[in-house]
């Protein structure tokens, strides 16, 4: 999770991963920008989506769509495997829609996953795959469907519409481990800078910040994110029927 996350956003779409244009560079860059299809990934999808979430945040032409998300659409993504079922449509690494990509990163995923199944079943046994491919998976894909539910949902501001989740205990897992990057909000602000500078400008508008701005751009603590997560599906709910009516 914590590579699909680092490679397809810091090295695909953002290129901050390996800098520089000789040619040990461009070949890593190569290696880092096609890793994630080992775990079914579509990078030239996601850069492609990733694109317009930047340039048109918050807006119908931002692909990432996660400004509103209603928990019926939420609570399907976290059904066993929803990542590879069509009826799934709360995703940003892949799309439904099968393209050359697509089913590189599938054939490429299949043979990673088929190498490993026999490794582990001729070594560690059947229980064993069980957790690292099929709960390992689902649980990865769940915890991304939790940081993009909370990262923009509901932010109005179409330039400052995020949220820093923060060095809390669910900020470090949903965010995918450190390099995962849980302050989103800093990354919108300046999306040039790597991770490390990121969290350091983190730090710095946290500073700077009144208290009211705190409550509306920072998630300080877990339970902090856990009441934000209930109040923001039921916000959802109460728009949708408001909207219905």
Same mark, same amino acid.
């Given at each position: 999770?914590?590579?699909?996350?680092?490679?397809?956003?810091?090295?695909?779409?953002?290129?901050?991963?390996?800098?520089?244009?000789?040619?040990?560079?461009?070949?890593?860059?190569?290696?880092?920008?096609?890793?994630?299809?080992?775990?079914?990934?579509?990078?030239?999808?996601?850069?492609?989506?990733?694109?317009?979430? &930047? *340039?048109?945040? !918050?807006?119908?032409?931002?692909?990432? %769509?996660?400004?509103?998300?209603?928990?019926?659409?939420?609570? @399907? #993504?976290?059904?066993?495997?929803?990542s590879a079922l069509p009826f799934c449509d709360y995703k940003i690494h892949a799309s439904n829609k099968m393209s050359a990509s697509k089913l590189t990163s599938d054939i490429i995923g299949f043979i990673f996953?088929?190498?490993?199944?026999?490794?582990?079943?001729?070594?560690?046994?059947?229980?064993s795959l069980i957790i690292f491919h099929l709960f390992s998976y689902w649980v990865a894909f769940s915890l991304d469907r939790l940081r993009e539910t909370t990262e923009h949902n509901l932010m109005i501001n179409?330039?400052?519409?995020?949220?820093?989740?923060? &060095? *809390?205990?669910? !900020?470090?897992?949903?965010?995918?481990? %450190?390099?995962?990057?849980?302050?989103?909000?800093?990354?919108? @602000? #300046?999306?040039?800078?790597?991770?490390?500078?990121?969290?350091?400008?983190?730090?710095?508008?946290?500073?700077?910040?009144?208290?009211?701005?705190?409550?509306?751009?920072?998630?300080?603590?877990?339970?902090?994110?856990?009441?934000?997560?209930?109040?923001?599906?039921?916000?959802?709910?109460?728009?949708?029927?408001?909207?219905?009516?």
């Amino acid at each position: 999770y914590s590579i699909s996350n680092f490679c397809l956003h810091e090295g695909g779409a953002h290129k901050r991963i390996i800098l520089g244009d000789g040619i040990i560079e461009k070949v890593l860059s190569k290696i880092f920008f096609n890793l994630p299809r080992v775990f079914f990934a579509d990078p030239v999808f996601y850069v492609s989506t990733h694109s317009s979430h &930047h *340039n048109h945040l !918050g807006t119908s032409k931002d692909k990432a %769509f996660t400004h509103f998300v209603l928990p019926k659409r939420f609570l @399907l #993504s976290l059904i066993p495997l929803a990542s590879a079922l069509p009826f799934c449509d709360y995703k940003i690494h892949a799309s439904n829609k099968m393209s050359a990509s697509k089913l590189t990163s599938d054939i490429i995923g299949f043979i990673f996953i088929t190498i490993h199944i026999f490794i582990m079943i001729d070594y560690m046994g059947v229980t064993s795959l069980i957790i690292f491919h099929l709960f390992s998976y689902w649980v990865a894909f769940s915890l991304d469907r939790l940081r993009e539910t909370t990262e923009h949902n509901l932010m109005i501001n179409k330039k400052y519409g995020s949220r820093n989740i923060g &060095h *809390n205990l669910i !900020g470090f897992i949903i965010g995918g481990g %450190f390099l995962g990057q849980p302050f989103h909000l800093s990354h919108h @602000l #300046s999306p040039s800078l790597p991770w490390y500078f990121q969290v350091h400008l983190a730090y710095k508008i946290k500073g700077l910040l009144s208290d009211e701005q705190r409550n509306y751009f920072l998630i300080e603590s877990s339970f902090e994110y856990l009441k934000q997560l209930r109040q923001i599906f039921k916000k959802n709910v109460s728009l949708a029927n408001s909207i219905n009516s």
